[in-house]
């Protein structure tokens, strides 16, 4: 083992780690001179190379005094600085056109500078691991359980044996059941590291084992080929068994994945699926409406960046009534000015939305400049949880959520509504539906607005995954054309069936015949499947076809 | 009302100086602008024409060159390859321009080599590039592999001590080609088969929950994994929205990527980026008096206090000065004297430094490897103890590495092979 050092060294660390925690716990630190032995070490930190700073880093910890905790933060979000006029260390945060210095050892105001004044000292992804790994150390006993988590999830990763006693102590303390599982987890790699005998090495593997998550299986394998005899076995043992059950997780998460892109589809698709499933007309400008949608949730977000920042979590709630409505006037506006004269001729109708669409992207182009604009995920959107060893990720899973509810919903339109109903009755058989006294005009204008409407609620969704660009519907027009075609057209529950089966079928070939070859393939299958039937998956039957 | 009859009046007096200066048109120097307004490209080109404009309306502000002003040529090729060398043609032949810039990806780039070789004029390139060319015509002022990849590579091999290779792209020339240097390069610094791993995504690829999960397999293997990315600039935002939501963290795997620069992250939340790295030659971070002059300029003059800039418009910079430097020497914007007078060029870059135009129509710069910050700048983390001159032909791949490049008289051969001695290629 390359950490091996005294043991005594090893106790002299966990009583100074203890030491200063209890300091810590017995509350703020008070302004006094005790810290300034300190002073050269911190000042130090402005010095040398990574490697320096690595070792200063440690000599800092070594010290065991409980100020270091805050420097070390400081260092780690960047905000530690050197004055260049004397060479001392402080905390610098903006304010105003300067920053503000704070001593890191007292804590007091040290006045502000100007930026030239101060130097940032800088910090690499490997000082953040160490700083991670030695903050982990010094705050495995905090009163706060969350602090206590993440300390043990940092200690876990750095598996550096020489915590191993402070780890014992916590634990023997521990109240809170998952910090205990994980503080487990993390005393068994620090063990493993250790020179401890075989047989506590042995159950702890057991341990780590029993997590059998990715991080596990890393560690193993790390183990594996580190060791000799038992340990060895039992890591070979263990891998073996993680391997198998992850395999069949990965097959859980290709559904998953294929579901979530399945949902991507359907909600690209399924505002089509009124335009030219219903309605017959072939939309190319369907994707430009998607990218208006996403323009409002843009326009929306920055409004409350500007007036009203504590909205933000609200954004996209204020964004879908307002992406539908304008969508969906710029879908009725083309109907009346442009498509209505084109009934029947699909040839010039997919001419003139072509057009129509490259109008639209330069006009947001023109409007919005060329460049992606940044449409942020409200917290509910970001990150990711656990679902056994599946993770899922929050915005995906919100999507797959939406795209539901927005199917449901234009079902319920569809079919429940005096609107959807003289929907289908125009589209079934329009002369009849005139003679029975509907304006047809207005319900074709509308049906089209509708289906615009939804594509601009799919964009305020596809905002949270995609890239808000002028570029944004062109990358969603052909996929959702082959979901409509797939799916069987004027079926909207073909197009349901067949974003999720494009979207599974996708996700299973893609392991395999990498993201390029999976798309050509699905692209094939498609073909070959139209081949044989024609009309898609779910094909109309009766007199609606001949119509 | 007034206001409208203001616009008018204005637009008047427009129309009135463009016929102007159509008619001053003999006393100045024609400068073409290539690059793409409209398409996919635009987002990353539209930025270099402004760029462009912004210089050309400087070197005026400072009198000009060789006493006559400079007039920029602006055409879009609409992110359309056969169209740029369409485009090439009618600012050559048509507007009669002396020097180009232009061009982003490397098919548009080929489309064009033709053109300006059968109308003998000059195009600076500003994009970094897989290299394997070097040609007459063309100034080359982006990056060779050897001025970004394998310094990264090299980084991240030193200092974080990486043993496990996820090497990531967007399946086109620029990728593969890089991607078949670095694993050259990999293979002779030790690294086994097993421990690289190749991926290619379509262009625009939205969809990359598979991947992310390979990428965290592949990473669970007890050896320290990273990512080199080559993932093409639009396609690069849902790839890093997908990395921070699945919690890889950069002190995990970090991610180094060849084409994401500033303007990329403008569109993104770079929060749970940060420690993610790239490597270019300049940043805007760059801590230099003449830089700071540059963003001030540049952000006068798109009147926008947000902007960024980036690498490639340093590179702009670079070749518009070596240019303008190469015209003045010559005493004439007749190509052959330009072409000849811009090797050995040296002018200053935005990192403090100068660079200079190499026999082999590269330049010399330093390498930077930065970090993301919150801020969605970069911050660099190692640069180059000097300069690194750019080399067309890679030192590790089969065929190439026999392969020099020197425009100069006796020589004048793009790809010299000297072990047989002759101009032509490898055999």
Redesign the interface.
Known sequence: MIFRKPVAMSFLKTFLALFCLLTVAMGPVRADDSHEALRPLVNELASGK?DDTERQIQALVASGDPVVASTLQALRA?DLYVRKADGLVFIARKAGKGFALTDPLTGADAGEVAKRDID?I?V???L??VI?ASLGSLTLLSSDPTVRLAAAQAVF?AGDPEVLDVLETALAKETDDDVRVVMEQARAAALLNSDRGDAEKLDAIETIASAGN??A?????????ATQGPVSEAADTAIRRIEKSLALWDNA??VW?GL??GS?LLLAAIGLAITFGVMGVINMAHGEMVMIGAYVTFVVQEIIRGSAPWLFDYSLFIALPLAFLVSGAIGVGVERFIIRFLYGRPLETLLATWGLSLIL??AV?SLF??????V??PAWM???FDLGQL?I????MWIVVFAMLVFAGLMLVLKRTSFGLFTRAVTQNRRMAASMGIRTPWIDALTFGLGSGIAGIAGVALSQ???????LG??YIIDSFMVVVFGGVGNLWGTLVGAMTLGVVN?FL??YA???LG?ILVLVFIILFIQKRPRGLFALKGRAVEA | MKNIFAQFALAGLMGSTMIGGALAAEDTIKVGVLHSLSGTMAISETTLKDAMLMLIDEQNKKGGLLGKKLEAVVVDPASDWPLFAEKARELIEVNKVDAVFGCWTSVSRKSVLPVFEELNSILFYPVQYEGEESQRNVFYTGAAPNQQAIPAVDYLMNEEGVERWVLAGTDYVYPRTTNKILEAYLKAKGVAEEDIMINYTPFGHSDWQTIVSDIKTFGSAGKKTAVVSTINGDANVPFYKELGNAGIKAEDIPVVAFSVGEEELAGLDTAPLVGHLAAWNYFQSADAEINAEFIETWRAFIGDEERVTNDPMEAHFIGFNMWVKAVEAAGTTDPDAVIDALVGVTVPNLTGGYSAMMPNHHITKPVLIGEIQEDGQFETVWETAGLVPGDAWSDYLEGSKDLISDWRAPMSCGNFNVKTGKCGGAE
């Open positions: 990574y960047g940032k800088k690499n992804n490997k953040r691991r991670d990763k990715r991080d299986l890393s560690l193993l394998i790390g183990l594996r080929s998460q290709n994945y979530s892109l991507v992207q330069q182009r400049g060329p460049t992606n604009r940044e942020g995920n970001s990150g990711a993770t990720t929050y915005n995906r995954i995609d890239n808000v660009s002028p570029n062109q990358g996700k893609e392991p990498g993201a390029v798309k």
